[in-house]
């Protein structure tokens, strides 16, 4: 009898010092400092500190982010400040490239990271008449605009070997350096002769790129087009000035490619004077300090309402020129 009681003493005693272990570690994992999450928010900044022309910066950008195998998972509309993205992520590795749209161009091929492009829009149908030679081997595209983007190619949400539970409390945050996406060509002209009977002035510039890699920032070769270009004309000191922006020069990668500036005058009479100026090796020039590409061509126009409203180009010079930017 003594011994039965002793080891149902002993039995009591070690079914006591389980319980009290199993509260403690119950406990435990209460108290831990640690959340075990599957799926976490993803905040995104965008960071501007790489751009100079600050007035340029867009007030809402496209965010498309990707799968880690590339495959388009979400596009998120987002302030210039960036955003947290609204939902929670499946922790793991994503792809990211923000860009803004401007109503001349369009984002293609966004179903594959690898095959994201934007491309500018075709001009319409009246604008690309008034040149007629720009739509023979290349085609006509509007400027695109200012253009910035951003590209990461690898983004981590949370630890993916955390998997247990849903957290709202804690966040991945994630920094996405923007830059500028097109060239900045400035023309400047100076036109002397019979300046007063020049009513108006149409531009294109051809030999352009028409399509920017956007998990580059790189010019998609082989598809070079003509650019339309505002030109300023003051009749009272016969001077042109106008500003194209572009996303590269396909002269720079395909020396068959020429940079033609196609003009159009009008004058006062009706009558239209096309007019072709090859500026290729101007464009072709990099060197120099940060800055925009300056084209300054002189030249003499006469126009004549004898024999038929006879025009002759007498001459067009090339000034000092600048490039000290491109892509």
């Known amino acids: 009898m003594k011994n039965r009681s002793k080891y149902g003493f002993v039995s009591a005693w070690l079914i006591i010092v389980q319980v009290v272990v199993a509260v403690l570690a119950f406990s435990g994992c209460n108290k831990r400092p640690y959340t075990r999450v599957k799926q976490l928010p993803l905040e995104i900044k965008l960071d501007w500190s790489a751009i100079k022309e600050t007035s340029y910066i867009p007030e809402r950008l496209k965010l498309l982010l990707f799968e880690e195998n590339g495959t388009l998972r979400a596009q998120y509309d987002i302030p210039k400040e960036g955003q947290l993205l609204t939902g929670l992520l499946d922790v793991g590795t994503y792809k990211a490239i923000c860009v803004n749209v401007t109503n001349n161009v369009e984002i293609q091929n966004s179903d594959k990271f690898e095959t994201t492009q934007l491309v500018a829009k075709a001009v319409s149908t009246s604008t690309a008449n008034i040149f007629g030679k720009a739509d023979g081997s290349t085609s006509m595209v509007e ?70 890699d956007l998990t580059t920032g790189e010019i998609v070769a082989g598809f070079q087009a003509a650019s339309p270009v505002t030109l300023t004309y003051k009749p009272e000191d016969g001077t042109l000035q106008g500003t194209v922006l572009i996303f590269g020069n396909e002269a720079e990668l395909n020396d068959d490619v020429r940079n033609d500036l196609l003009f159009s005058f009008e004058t006062e009479s009706g009558r239209k004077i096309p007019l072709e100026e090859d500026i290729t090796e101007q464009l072709k020039n990099t060197g120099g300090a940060e800055g925009d590409l300056q084209i300054k061509i002189e030249g003499s126009l006469d126009v004549r309402y004898d024999a038929g409203l006879t025009t002759v180009v007498v001459t067009w010079t090339t000034a000092s020129e600048e490039d000290v930017d491109g892509l």
């Open 143 to 212: 400027q695109p605009g200012w253009i910035f983007s951003g590209v990461l190619p690898e983004i981590k949400v949370g630890d993916p070997l955390i998997t247990e539970e849903t957290s709202t409390s804690a966040l991945s945050s994630i920094i996405m350096p923007m830059n500028r996406r097109v060239k900045v060509v400035n023309f400047n002209f100076k036109v002397t002769g019979v300046t007063n009977e020049i009513k108006t002035v149409n531009a294109a510039l051809g030999g352009v790129a028409s399509k920017i």
